[in-house]
């Protein structure tokens, strides 16, 4: 798994809000935003044990639909993990474009 963090200084960008996005004003983001058919369980496994190891924290995915949603849910379940933890994205054109506002590490799943 592969992590980046974003290179343009953050007053530098402009996008949404936390709260726009659905995320929660406090605490850790991780996110994905890489195209599902990439998220594979030892990934997923691998998430889940950083979302129980930090508070508050929440793992912020690309949604195409409702089947990842529940699949995603019901698996994070499954490992301890609330369901309410994972905060799913719509299609956002070019989000490279306002990474680091919202989020300081981005993780790729290869």
Request: charge should be positive; include cysteine.
């Amino acid at each position: 798994m592969a992590t980046w963090l974003p290179r343009r200084p953050l007053s530098l960008l402009a996008g949404p809000s936390r709260r726009d996005c659905g995320l929660p004003e406090d605490g850790f983001v991780f996110c994905s935003f890489n195209n599902t058919y990439k998220i594979e369980p030892r990934g997923f496994d691998v998430w889940m044990r950083i979302l129980a190891q930090v508070p508050g924290s929440v793992l912020w995915l690309y949604s195409i639909g409702p089947t990842l949603r529940t699949t995603c849910a019901r698996e994070a379940s499954a490992r301890g993990v609330s369901a309410g933890r994972l905060v799913f994205a719509p299609f956002v054109p070019a989000p490279s474009t306002w990474p680091g506002m919202l989020w300081p590490i981005c993780s790729s799943t290869r």
